[in-house]
């Protein structure tokens, strides 16, 4: 889709998402760089495409759709075929009860494509305008699986006869055109549109393992024969400028890879094992927008929390959570609210997972002596308002964090502790003072990241006694108390969006009826599953939390030498929400499973 730039100007003066001066500044920029309007304001973060193109759609009278690809059927999208879809850039993304087929486009206004489309569907066509983003992501589901693309290179890497030992790896295997090369992107390909968070690549004795972890679970996607084994982890230390040769000690490295209009990081880590060299890809987006705190799960009691934390002047707010339950998500998005022009942000952090544009942001870098106290040493010198330190995980860097809060910086970082309540604690192991802990701290984050509930198949039902009982036992209470509680929540959680469902509409049919008293269901997977959601009976992921809020008590308790035990008593009798329980709400609610939540509650799985 493109926009000109006189009417992109008028959608931003009229949105009033730009000031005089930016939009000066823009066309000057245009000037310079000679590119379209649309492209800077989205590169620049003035405006997303998304809402770009919702005003764009307002302005010509066309219903703006937002396509998701994992919810087109096959049989739907297949009505168009793949070269037409192509060729005009649209996707049938669904057929409503009265047979009027919904069809998305970049550019409505392309009447040739539309009385095509007319003559090939019939006229109960309904156009909607989408992303381009959207519809490139769309047009891919034409592809074939994994498994059978795998098959066709692997059968012509048969050919070209991959050898199997390490040392006899060819330039021509290694080669961008290679059927090595082609493995790697398709391995990689396919683990974003799975939405998967890491690719683990695991020589086996006979075989290779290709695993992709979803929503937080690992899955194995494929299986390829051992010999390609050395080719596929030569190709990837190229990729991310690692030592070919040197297969005897661990080496970290990164690229990056577009698909479709997004940019993704890959930070690849490589390991000796027994079978050979391991290989683990974490993708990050590079495209990604922060979410919204309530987007992430926050509501109530925790929403107010935090945001009540991070509007104070100075101090110290602590993340914590084992690796992988979502603190960089978290502080990403915090830093997102805080990030303005009159405000200078500067982190440390191994490795910058997340861009934020117009923040200053540094990689440790232990062998150039970039550590995070030395680096946090370095940006105290760069006039800073407000600091991130990816951990902390010495005196060094706590005493530098604690000094940082005391003169006048909002300081966020991250611990690896099991809840809120054992960080302060902690941080008296290191080392600090308690008077200092005290009077710096401001907040302390503890939360895990559960998977959500499809919303196409999962189902309620009426827990029997023994359910009830096995509640009561675990959540440490008596299911009349339980819901005696839960009563009391529900306004804040209505209000603080933990009474929307996945898609943001108001959930009004939930469990916590204003007239309950007892827990009359709960919600479970449906069978197996649907295809939505690839018959896991989840789909995406949504934090617990629990926001612990230093008030003059537990600053007594802290100052005290006070256990962990304590300081937790004290902040539940403050009002301060479990993980526990902010999960069993959000199980009441249908948003994930009682079994998601003692998943990661119990076991420290996340």
């Known amino acids: 889709m493109r926009i000109s730039d006189s009417l992109v100007e008028k959608l931003l003066v009229a949105a009033k998402k730009v000031t005089p001066e930016k939009l000066a500044e823009l066309k000057e920029q245009e000037k310079t760089e000679k590119k379209p309007l649309q492209d800077l304001v989205i590169k620049g973060s003035v405006i997303s495409e998304k809402d770009l193109t919702k005003l764009y759609a307002a302005e010509i009278d066309i219903p703006f759709a937002e396509v998701k690809a994992k919810e087109i059927k096959r049989e739907v999208l297949k009505l168009i075929p793949e070269r037409i879809a192509k060729q005009y850039g649209v996707i049938l993304f669904g057929v409503e009860e009265d047979g009027s087929k919904l069809l998305a486009m970049e550019d409505p206004d392309d009447i040739q494509a539309v009385n095509f489309l007319q003559k090939q569907l019939g006229d109960n066509l309904k156009v909607h305008v989408a992303t381009s983003t959207d519809i490139r992501t769309a047009l891919d589901l034409y592809r074939g699986n994994i498994s059978s693309e795998l098959t066709q290179v692997v059968t012509a890497s048969d050919a070209d006869e991959v050898p199997e030992e390490e040392e006899d790896v060819s330039e021509e295997d290694l080669a961008e055109d290679s059927p090595i090369a082609q493995t790697v992107n398709l391995l990689i390909e396919y683990a974003i549109r799975s939405s998967a968070s890491d690719i683990h690549i695991e020589p086996r004795d006979s075989y290779v393992s290709v695993r992709y972890r979803i929503d937080g679970i690992l899955k194995e996607a494929n299986k390829l024969p051992k010999k390609v084994h050395s080719a596929l982890v030569s190709r990837i230390k190229i990729l991310s400028n690692l030592k070919l040769d040197e297969r005897r000690v661990p080496q970290d490295g990164r690229f990056k890879i577009q698909i479709g209009s997004a940019v993704y990081a890959l930070r690849v880590s490589t390991l000796p094992i027994s079978e050979g060299e391991k290989v683990v890809m974490r993708i990050l987006s590079e495209s990604s927008e922060a979410l919204s705190l309530e987007d992430l799960g926050y509501w109530g009691v925790s929403l107010k929390n935090i945001n009540d934390a991070i509007k104070q002047p100075h101090g110290m707010i602590l993340v914590t959570g084992p690796t992988g339950s979502g603190k960089s998500t978290s502080l990403f998005s915090i830093l997102s609210l805080l990030n303005k022009p009159s405000v200078n942000i500067s982190t440390v952090e191994d490795p910058v997972e997340y861009k934020i544009p117009g923040a200053n942001q540094t990689q440790v870098n232990p062998k150039a002596g970039m550590t995070f106290a030395n680096g946090l040493r370095a940006l105290l010198r760069q006039d800073p308002n407000i600091i991130m330190i990816g951990e902390i995980r010495d005196i060094e860097t706590a005493s530098l964090a604690v000094q940082a809060a005391l003169t006048g910086h909002l300081v966020f970082a991250t611990l690896h502790t099991n809840n809120a309540a054992t960080t302060l604690p902690r941080l008296l192991d290191m080392g600090l003072e308690p008077f200092l802990i005290a009077s710096t701290v401001r907040a302390v984050v503890g939360q895990r990241l559960v998977r959500r509930l499809c919303l196409d198949c999962r189902e309620s039902y009426t827990p029997d006694a023994a359910t009830l009982k096995q509640v009561a036992e675990i959540f440490k209470t008596d299911d009349n ?34 007239t309950a008293t007892k827990i009359t269901r709960l919600w479970k997977v449906h069978n197996n599953g649907c295809e939505a959601c690839n018959h896991t009976g989840y789909k995406g992921r949504v934090g617990i939390y629990e926001v612990l809020s230093n008030s003059q008590d ?43 939540i003692l998943r990661v509650t119990t076991t420290g799985d996340n």
């Open 481 to 514: 108390s339980v819901m005696g509680y839960v009563h009391e929540l529900e306004k804040q959680a209505l209000d603080g969006g933990i009474g929307k469902d996945n898609q943001g509409k108001s959930s009004k049919t939930s469990d916590l009826s204003t």
């Open 554 to 596: 537990i600053q007594r308790l802290i100052v005290a030498n006070a256990t962990s035990g304590d300081i937790q008593n004290q902040a539940i009798k403050e009002g301060m929400v479990t993980m526990q329980l902010d999960g069993f709400i959000k199980a009441l609610r249908g948003q994930t499973s009682i079994e998601e």
